[in-house]
């Protein structure tokens, strides 16, 4: 199939452009036009034209606090002396610890069953439906969450929780690519990075609640399983929402039902105009997409030209792991108490962490949609690296002075993180996928930044711990040294898909454009744009029957 071709796959409810006629326009270009008409508006604009489509993102926003609040729930609980005295172990000074293989475990095994999740939900999430499968997955928390507020012992606990993780894992790729399809042009970037966000909230609730409950007698386990019992009203309030909202329309454009995805359109959209003309670009960016992709595997990850887009965007999640955010998310506030402070006062200092990390996820907003997600990236990276080798350096030094700085440094970690490289994984993974593959590259990357965060969950404890090598807050400079490293690829690969549609950044990558050009190369939409003359199917439009050859393009 040829451009030309693929460009006009398109169903007969595609509206002409106004003002031109069917002789002065094809269809290809006629979605182009779209496109920049979408993306010419103000994002305030984009909500007043399409509020509908705003409550439909918001409802699957509110569906992974769920899961990140949950996610945290198992790390925070460490810090919870009532939970360390119920179930783990007293020391000689009369404290209680939760024996690092407990710890590893807790937080490793619900790691592994989420990734087996994620590749199950990827799958799921094709077949069935993003807003169906997400939904299933969420009635299901309230059954595994009764079993973490049940246990009796830490076997029982670890057995809930790995259930729990499984259902987390399963609906969270599908809520990513169901907000990349749902949201309108202009506020497509916003609310990608914003998916970030939730990764805040979620564990900034987890804090609130623990601080308000933290001075509760040493025996109320009601000090803990408060933060389990809360899950069930975020899972309450998700089930309802998922029921009003309706399926992603990209879904059913790629099953073929094009009836049907012009109907989700008309209802998130609200005018018949409009889901014609979302429904043409879907139709054209699917179509062009399929030309070279004969089918949607975890295969075509790596082949069909796909290679580049699934290393960058494995690359975006990967660099979480191992720029020290595992870390800092699980053990500031225990670090907080090895080094003499109360249990409430660890806790204030976590809740004005989490302030700053909240701070830095608006930030990202701004940040990453006027620099872009390649400088964003960098520079994100190397602040984390500076501080990463503050905290170490602060821990190495004696006396008060440097104990209070290595604090300062650990809550402005979050701020720093989500500011930069931490918004932006889900923005690059879903802007750099093809349609048909973006719930599937999601779940990759994921899957691959929750192996390296498993394989962190069972060494920390034994690096960390009192009991063990206790290095405390000398093991940022492990992190210090993998963010080095991250700098370096991403100065050499980041790609810059700011102010881009699917479709330009399909054109993009089967031009075999070089990843650190991306911002200066000029696209179709570009050149129409700019007034450049355009021919649709001239040697001027890209071949989109090429196929990336094996080599590494820099």
């Known amino acids: 199939m040829s451009s030309l071709e693929a460009e006009n796959k398109l169903s007969p409810t595609a509206s002409p452009i106004i003002g031109a006629s069917s002789n002065d326009v094809d269809l290809g270009t006629a979605a182009r036009l779209t496109e920049i008409s979408e993306s010419n508006l ?19 926003i509110w569906t992974l606090i769920l899961t990140s609040f949950e996610s945290q729930a198992g790390g925070v609980v460490f810090s919870i002396s009532q939970f360390r005295k119920h179930y783990g172990q007293e020391l000689a000074d009369g404290s209680y610890t939760l024996e690092a293989k407990w710890q590893s475990m807790l937080t490793g095994i619900p790691l592994a069953a989420q990734i087996v999740g994620l590749w199950i939900g990827s ?10 499968v997400a939904w299933c997955s969420v009635m299901c928390t309230f059954a595994f969450v009764s079993v973490e507020f049940t246990a009796k012992d830490i076997q029982a606990f670890v057995a809930g929780k790995t259930m729990n993780g499984l259902c987390l894992g399963i609906m969270q790729p599908g809520c990513v690519s169901y907000i990349a399809d749902v949201s309108p042009q202009a506020l497509k970037s916003s609310a990608t990075i914003l998916t970030n966000f939730t990764f805040v909230i979620g564990p900034m609730i987890c804090y609130f609640i623990n601080y308000f409950l933290s001075d509760r007698g040493s025996n109320d386990t009601w000090a803990y399983k408060a933060l389990f019992a809360s899950q069930w009203g975020f899972a309450a309030v998700s089930v309802v929402w998922l029921v009003f909202i309706p399926e992603a329309p990209t879904y059913y454009v790629i099953k073929g039902q094009h009836d049907k995805a012009k109907a989700a359109f008309m209802k998130i959209l609200g005018d018949e105009n409009a889901a014609n003309e979302q429904l043409q670009i879907i139709e054209m960016t699917v179509a062009e997409s399929q030309v070279h992709a004969k089918s949607t595997t975890y295969k075509d990850l790596v082949t069909n030209g796909n290679l580049r887009r699934t290393l960058i965007s494995v690359f975006a999640f990967v660099c979480h792991p191992f720029c020290g955010v595992y870390f800092t998310g699980s053990y500031t506030t225990y670090y907080f108490q090895l080094l003499g402070y109360s249990d409430k006062k660890s806790f204030r200092f976590t809740l004005g ?7 830095g996820c608006i930030v990202a907003m701004f940040i990453c949609n006027h620099v872009g997600r390649r400088t964003a990236m960098i520079w994100g990276l190397i602040a984390l690296m500076i501080n990463d080798l503050l905290v170490g350096v602060c821990t190495v030094i004696d ?9 300062a440094f650990m809550m402005l970690y979050g701020g720093v993180y989500n500011a930069g490289a931490g918004s932006l994984a889900f923005a690059i993974a879903s802007e750099n996928a093809t349609s048909a593959l973006r719930t599937k590259t999601v779940a990759m990357g994921w899957t691959w930044e929750n192996m390296f965060g498993m394989m962190w969950s069972f060494v920390l404890p034994y690096i960390f711990n009192p009991d063990e090598a206790n290095l405390g807050g000398k093991t940022m400079f492990i992190f210090f040294g993998f963010s080095v490293i991250l700098v370096v690829i991403a100065y050499l690969f980041q790609t810059e898909t700011i102010g881009r549609s699917y479709d330009e950044v399909d054109e993009l990558y089967v031009s075999r454009v070089p990843m650190r050009h991306f911002a200066s190369y000029k696209t179709k939409v570009d050149k129409i744009n700019s007034g450049e003359q355009f021919e649709t199917g001239s040697t001027k439009g890209i071949d989109l029957e090429h196929v990336e050859k094996p080599e590494t393009i820099v």
Do not use: E, H
């Open 42 to 60: 103000t994002r305030w604009q984009a909500l007043k034209k399409y509020p509908y489509a705003w409550f439909c993102v918001s409802g699957m």
């Open 123 to 132: 799958t799921l999430s094709d077949r069935f439906g993003r807003r169906l």
């Open 353 to 359: 962490s989490q302030t700053i990390s909240l701070t």
């Open 399 to 407: 006396g008060l002075a440097a104990q209070k700085t290595a604090v």
